[in-house]
């Protein structure tokens, strides 16, 4: 990859990285992990986190997020997320870095979010690419996981694009959700409703929901996909040729 022009809202602490464009403009392209993709979910090495460039109105947000990085560093468990260094994201980034240093956070963020979501110092390998699918797709390739903290519309979209994708057969990967404070409440009883209502079927409403972050990874680690997803043939590339499957 090659190493972007300086920008004078970073400071020159961490690693910065942009895909050449002839790999994102290529049909088809596989962009290669920094981190090998695991089958069995027991070694969880990386986990993706969703969350807000928002803190929300209610101070158990940043907590519990400060608490999930601080027991994701105590398990050596590294960080990919949204590159930003505001809200939630700013909050969990930090907390990663500060215990796992620059290889344990890879924040991937498309070039016109940088003035919105980064400001002063970068946390972490801060990937700069071209658009949004090209970060979601990334995200999901270098994680064996996934989280969603409280979040906007943003948060909501990413989360539900990667289950979709574990529906399609795209990723075997756990997705949680850390119900800080019942955030989550609401929508979970919405995927009961798509599920009674024959919308998605009873195998895929297959998210782990915990208000703890101790014991939502330990359930990510036990985790088995959905036997639909698992005797299907996983599909060799998802969205955009980005492999993003465990195998």
């Given at each position: 990859?090659i ?7 970073f ?8 895909p ?23 070694e ?6 969703f ?7 209610k101070?158990e947000?940043?907590?519990?997020a400060?608490?999930?990085?601080e ?7 590294g960080?990919?997320?949204g590159?930003?260094?505001?809200g ?12 796992l240093?620059?290889?344990?956070v ?6 016109s979010?940088?003035?919105k979501e ?11 690419v ?44 756990p ?7 019942g ?13 009674d ?8 409403n ?6 703890d ?23 060799e590339?998802g ?9």
């Amino acid at each position: 990859m090659i190493v972007a022009s300086s920008c004078p809202v970073f400071k020159k602490r961490s690693t910065l990285h942009r895909p050449p464009r002839s790999v994102l403009s290529r049909p088809g392209a596989k962009i290669e992990s920094a981190v090998e993709d695991k089958a069995v979910m027991s070694e969880v090495k990386r986990i993706c986190v969703f969350c807000g460039s928002a803190s929300g109105i209610k101070p158990e947000y940043e907590a519990v997020a400060a608490a999930l990085g601080e027991h994701m560093v105590q398990q050596g468990i590294g960080l990919v997320y949204g590159g930003g260094t505001v809200g939630l994201m700013g909050v969990i980034g930090r907390t990663v870095f500060k215990g796992l240093g620059d290889e344990g956070v890879i924040g991937i963020i498309p070039e016109s979010l940088t003035p919105k979501e980064v400001s002063g110092e970068m946390i972490g390998t801060l990937q700069i690419v071209e658009d949004m699918h090209t970060r979601k797709a990334l995200m999901a390739k270098h994680a064996d996981g996934f989280i969603a903290m409280p979040g906007g519309f943003g948060t909501m979209e990413e989360l539900m694009e990667v289950l979709t994708w574990q529906q399609l057969g795209f990723h075997s990967k756990p997705v949680g959700l850390l119900n800080i404070a019942g955030f989550y409440d609401p929508l979970v009883s919405f995927f009961k409703h798509c599920v009674d209502e024959g919308f998605v079927k009873a195998q895929y409403n297959a998210v782990i929901v915990s208000s703890d972050p101790a014991e939502l990874i330990q359930k990510m680690r036990e985790f088995k996909a959905p036997e639909s997803i698992i005797g299907r043939r996983l599909r060799e590339k998802g969205p955009d040729g980005i492999d993003v499957s465990t195998h």
